[in-house]
């Protein structure tokens, strides 16, 4: 793992310790415009984020509590290097004392991911990635284990809030896989998918900061990423992106042609 990335975890550690641990439990969540939740501990975490990113690598910082205006011309003005972080995704798990809540941290450049740290404090795992150098959780190289499997016999993560057409039907009534799981945030998702804890994920439509980080810490395990109207995953829309996703290129293939022929 390299120095830059090794200090980024160190960000991810320090953040969580001095400004959202502190608070957990202890906190009362407010209710923001689109009717997700926020709390003191989010924008506590994201200032002291934009604080300390910017000395590690001097790039601007898009954080999920600024208002669509900021983040819409930060994206736009800084392809060359842009952070983009989410202070604690599962603000709602985070709000009712749940422990699946992390801070996700990631430099993107060209508008991909090239440096990506998701920490989740509560069972101190610190996911790691850099492009074209691999994946880490703490210490230990991704993927652990990489044993093959029909989809039949996998475990899925699936968010069906945002699925459109038939596809949320389909997967209560059809599910092609073993069973599934949703635990309430979705960089956890990217991250327990490239460490084999799941098989497949879906997700109707994730926001920037949802994927930045996991989709790299997948990516460099070994997984394998498309979305459910494109099979190159970049090719949607940034702000409202689907995710079709697998852990290996055979899962991935088998729950493809599945979502393909049930959408």
């Not at 300390?52 to 999920?64: M, S």
Request: aromatic share 8%.
């Amino acid at each position: 793992m390299s120095e830059t990335l090794l200090a980024l975890c160190a960000i991810a550690r320090e953040v969580a310790a001095t400004e959202i641990m502190p608070r957990y439990q202890k906190v009362v969540a407010e209710v923001k415009h689109d009717g997700s939740l926020f709390t003191e501990a989010d924008l506590a975490a994201q200032t002291a984020l934009q604080r300390l990113l910017p000395g590690l690598l001097d790039c601007p910082v898009l954080g999920e509590e600024m208002t669509q205006a900021e983040q819409e011309q930060l994206w736009a003005a800084h392809a060359d290097g842009l952070w983009v972080v989410d202070p604690i995704d599962g603000t709602t798990n985070f709000a009712h004392g749940l422990p699946n809540f992390a801070v996700s941290i990631a430099l993107m450049r060209q508008h991909r991911p090239v440096l990506a740290v998701v920490y989740v404090p509560v069972l101190d795992e610190c996911f790691a990635a850099e492009a074209a150098c691999g994946a880490w959780l703490n210490d230990e190289r991704l993927p652990r284990v990489r044993d093959e499997r029909p989809l039949s016999g996998a475990i899925a993560s699936v968010e069906t809030k945002w699925l459109s057409g038939h596809l949320a039907t389909r997967i209560v009534t059809l599910n092609p896989y073993h069973s599934h799981r949703n635990f309430g945030a979705s960089t956890i998702d990217w991250c327990w998918l490239a460490a084999g804890r799941t098989d497949v994920m879906l997700h109707g439509a994730q926001k920037l900061w949802d994927y930045a980080a996991g989709v790299l810490i997948l990516l460099e395990s070994g997984g394998q990423v498309g979305s459910i109207f494109h099979d190159d995953y970049w090719q949607e829309n940034p702000w409202h992106r689907s995710a079709v996703a697998a852990r290996t290129p055979s899962l991935y293939a088998a729950w493809q042609v599945w979502v393909q022929a049930n959408k």
